[in-house]
């Protein structure tokens, strides 16, 4: 008698600590989910970052050639 109660309790203690170990591996993987996305997002903005100085680089460049469009044709002005 006493020595099945004893089994069902360290039964009882093996279920608590499994369902202990499966509660903390999921919340573990929960959290590291999360963090991959944080770093994802975190690499879709210096991507983002990146694009946005690239097409301001793009119009700097074609804001400088307008200029020199312009000193063009305002010395073609003057020759003329």
Do not use: G
Not at 16 to 23: A, N
Not at 24 to 43: A, D, M, S
Not at 58 to 69: E, P, V
Request: aromatic share 2%.
């Amino acid at each position: 008698q006493q020595q099945q109660q004893q089994q069902q309790q360290q039964q009882q203690q093996q279920q608590q600590q499994e369902i202990e170990i499966e509660t903390t591996c999921k919340c573990l993987l929960f959290k590291t989910k999360k963090l991959i996305l944080y770093e994802i997002t975190n690499i879709n903005n210096i991507s983002n970052i990146s694009n946005i100085s690239n097409i301001s680089s793009i119009s700097s460049i074609s804001s400088i050639s307008s200029i020199s469009n312009i000193r063009n044709v305002s010395n073609i002005i003057l020759k003329t």
